[in-house]
């Protein structure tokens, strides 16, 4: 017999109703939430819609199965149906646009935390975005966020987080699960909540800061959470250089701060890093 995708008792749909009735009220962030059982990209799609003047800031889109997920540097994301959380938000930011590349930046530290919280996993993040598990299996990528411009006053905020993906389905060895890394939750409605819920308190602290960093006490937190600071890493660079020292810091920019053997700091906006080693010391 052919197995049925969706036959997979362990990944239950979600609740749309629910998940509507618990994020979509009158005071919150969240205006408008679909729950689509596949699309090729949530961003894309969401993007498309809020072009057509199909979706409102606030608008949250996820899917049960994305068919061309897309992920940052050009890459892909790719994840079975059902198993983990795959949405997009659209948001209309109140701070001028040179803050808005904290977005990608506040999205992790709402997810990273919500994940802690709701799911009991020891999270981190790994910079710029990655949200990572960082228990006993060592850290392993579980989730990714893609943030793009839609016209001059929008962005579409992309999360991904693996939940309940098995060692047979990793898509490179690096990645991993909340399941893999031994969480005590994961029910994807009451995480989505929890992540959602996260995003929107944070966005409403920055907003309230006119996007300062500091003053939100997001860089701060970022900082806190992210394992790459300390670390000796090997950045390449978007035209293909590659530069290694210790991430010493992020910038009011959210720029890492890369100190070279021979103490040039060279501050990093974007780019692939690789966790070579603990800084001397450690
Ligand atoms: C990365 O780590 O490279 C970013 C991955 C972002 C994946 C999410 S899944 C939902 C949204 N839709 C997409 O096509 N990508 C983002």
Same mark, same amino acid.
């Given at each position: 017999m052919t197995p049925n995708r969706w036959s997979d008792l362990d990944r239950p749909p979600l609740n749309e109703t629910a998940l509507r009735r618990a994020?979509?009220?009158?005071?919150?962030?969240?205006t408008q939430l679909e729950v689509a059982e596949?699309?090729?990209s949530t961003n894309t799609e969401l993007a498309e819609r809020a072009r057509r003047g199909d979706a409102a800031p606030g608008a949250v889109l996820i899917a049960e199965?994305? &068919?061309?997920g897309k992920g940052r540097l050009d890459r892909s994301w790719t994840a079975p149906p059902r198993s983990g959380l795959f949405f997009s938000v659209l948001l209309s930011p109140?701070?001028?646009?040179?803050?808005?590349?904290w977005l990608p930046l506040l999205a992790g530290v709402a997810a990273a935390g919500a994940l802690a919280r709701a799911a009991g996993a020891d999270t981190g993040l790994k910079w710029p975005n990655d949200v990572l598990?960082?228990?006993?299996?060592g850290e392993r990528k579980i989730g990714g966020i893609l943030a793009e411009r839609v016209g001059a006053d929008s962005v579409v905020l992309g999360i991904g987080l693996n939940v309940t993906l098995r060692q047979d389905e990793?898509?490179?060895?690096t990645a991993g699960s909340l399941a893999l890394a031994g969480a005590?939750? &994961?029910?994807?409605d009451p995480l989505l909540r929890a992540v959602l819920r996260a995003l929107a308190d944070w966005y409403a602290r920055w907003t309230a800061a006119d996007g300062d960093p500091t003053a939100s006490t997001l860089l701060e937190t970022y900082a806190a959470g992210c394992?790459?600071?300390g670390r000796t890493v090997r950045a390449t660079l978007p035209g293909g250089d590659e530069l290694v020292g210790e991430a010493v810091a992020v910038d009011g920019d959210g720029r890492l701060i890369i100190a070279s053997e021979q103490g040039v700091q060279h501050p990093v906006a974007a780019g692939d890093i690789v966790h070579l080693r603990p800084a001397t010391g450690e």
């Open positions: 994020l979509v009220t009158g005071d919150s962030l969240w596949s699309i090729g199965e994305q &068919t061309a109140e701070p001028p646009p040179q803050r808005w590349g598990t960082t228990g006993e299996g990793l898509p490179v060895p005590r939750g &994961t029910d994807r394992v790459t600071l």
